[in-house]
């Protein structure tokens, strides 16, 4: 059974920089490759929002617009890891932090995502931002 585990969250000054991390727990790299993987966050009081999605095998990526020109995503196949380069933070990214996945490529063919989109989730990392 595929298991997410979010790492790299942490408290920083707004206009600071974090990278998140998430690792996957498959065996094969051929399999890892076919996944469509994301980052969500949920702030208190609001609901969980996508930020973002990376066809694995390619490495494509697609941005919603609170992302674009501050959050980039990444991944390193080898290591089955997933990254989110978080620049310029301000205090209203302090949220939970998720990455999900599906075996589905087609889900990084969508421009929105909803949580159902994603049946594999991690437990979240925090990230506070404080002004």
Known sequence: QVQLAESGGGSVQAGGSLRLSCSMSISSSAAYS??????????????????????????????????????????????????????????EDTAMYYCPADDSWRKCLQVRWSVSDFPIWGQGTQVTVSS
Do not use: H
Not at 62 to 84: E, H, Q
């Open 34 to 91: 076919g996944y469509c993987m994301a980052w969500f966050r949920q702030a208190p009081g609001k609901e969980r929002e996508g930020l973002g999605t990376i066809f694995i095998g390619p490495g494509e990526t697609v941005y919603a617009d609170s992302g674009k020109g501050r959050f980039t995503i990444s991944r390193d196949n080898d290591k089955k890891t997933m990254s989110l380069q978080m620049s310029d933070l301000i205090p």
